[in-house]
């Protein structure tokens, strides 16, 4: 079957002081059909650019190659009335921080009504009614009270459940969630997730699902893609990657987290992140690779097929289950 | 639901929020109503029509018979500045609402376009804004002849980019908050975020902005009258009573000039302390 989104080589450079500034590198990416894709990395590496130029939202004087394809239509030669239509009934984005993404001066009614309210042909009492209903699959109770609310009257929690109505509210094929959960506490964030995940497989969309949780991702997603400085380092389905990484850096982030009921410290990657415009010619991760090699610096490796999964580097097979990062402390 | 959340949960009523209001912008609003509705039913209040004069009843000082006394041409003070209200008002309405569009229609669509077209828009307004306002007045008079249509062109030109300026910084901030781009991904076009969101937004601002400028117009208006460049007579018009009543004021009665004056200082000073006190609470919800 086609994919809902096909990105293919897609290489951004945003124009920084007069100086463009590369941020995405040679990106592809597929999402099938009610397929959801993580993608993970650390901030800056360039997830939410992904996003937004899949959404077309990057700042004016941006340089984009490369195709994204939304069932099997460029998004990037895509002309005013057809990426208004294709941001309309094609495509829908959660953010990371709700209260910021809704006019506070309007209500959470009008918020909610007026993609649906675009389509002439809808009258209002009908887009409320749909709207009152999406609010409470949900798991909004009281919704025609909430209607007339502030969004500053609303926690972050129902706040982000109100987002989730509103990007359901076009019925769009693809899901674009930018860590839709990383504002809220842990015990919302699994509630919001919940819901999401449900309404997301009830209505079998499509969604790329953005992340700095490794175990979040492994959880709600089907494949997960690792980004490091603008360059997708590993590919592979989530549960593979979570217990076999491939990548020293997907291996490191895993490392890098917490482990709970043990006085084991967390061994983070040493180093610190580069951006993409930073990144040297070789392989990005080079700087921070404890296995790295000459062909690493000199030659970028490119993402093959290494054990069903993909992976851009150039020891993958070797390293292969023995890659561990060294405690830099010993735990008291 | 307990008392808390329905206290801080529901909107305030109309009443409520009245209350909570700011009282000296309902006072100051008070008397700008009232002077206004004095404008438009000054036939019926006016004691005398405007233009009747008696040569024999010149430079009569306060009577019963006409209260702020009467001109050199012996008409009825306080009748003529009933009817001078009208022009007085009507010309920094006009100027201030043909300015605000313009300032917020180019203020809006240089922020929204960008690049050069904002680059251009800007020059556009430094070069207005190196031309004196009344310096444009009396240009414009020369060109269209003396009335009020002049100075009212000449002076929307003028206060455009001084409203346009402040907007353009207010739209700007506005149009780079988050919940914009959120209503570019639910598929708006420009126009609609515009007119739906980013103009009601900024409102407010311009609102205190306009208010303020309304001030600074009536007294530009009221000299170029004055400059005998603007409203003629024998119409009725303040600026142009003030030099009207200069020759009485020589002779010992200064009743036309001063009356005429003080309705401008009035109506000038409640504006400008509506405004700020508007800008106030802005700030305060902001």
Redesign the interface.
Known sequence: MDPVLAIEHLHVELPVRSEMRTVLHDVSLTIGPSEALGLVGESGSGKSMTARSI?R?LQ??AATTGTILFEGVDVLSMHHDAL??????GV??I?Q?PR???????TIGDFLT??IL?DRSVSAAKAQAKVVSLLDEVGIPDAKRRL???PH?LSGGLLQRVMIA?ALS?EPRLLLADEPTTALDVTTQEEVMAILDELRVERSLAMLFITHDLDLAAAVTDRVAAMYAGVIVEVGDAASLHTDALHPYTVGLLDSRPEFGTRVRARPIPGRPILASEAPPGCVFAERCPYVTELCRSERPTLREVGGRFVACHRAEELRGTISYARTQEPR | MSLVEEL??E?PTFVQRVRRGDPLIYVLSGILILIVLCALFAPFLAPYPPNQGNILAANLGPSSAHWLGTDQLGRDILSRLLFGARLSLLGPSLIIVFATTFALALAVSSVWI??WFDQAVARLLDTLFAFPGLLLAILAVAMIGPGLLAPVIALTLAYTPYIARVVRTVVLRERH???V?????????GW?ICF??LI??VSPIVLAQATIAFGSALVDLAAISYLGLGVQPPQAEWGLMVSDGQSALLNGSPWESLSACVMIIVVVLTVNVLGERIALRNEGAA
Not at chain 1, 100 to 106: F, L, S
């Open positions: 959404m939202l004016p004087g208004l239509a294709f941001r309309r009934r829908a984005m953010y921080d910021a993404h809704i006019n506070p001066v309007r007026e993609g675009l007339r609310q502030y009257q509103a076009e | 801080v949960l909107r960008g690049g908050l988050a919940y781009e959120s209503c570019q991904v639910v598929g708006l076009s609609q739906r969101h009601p937004n």
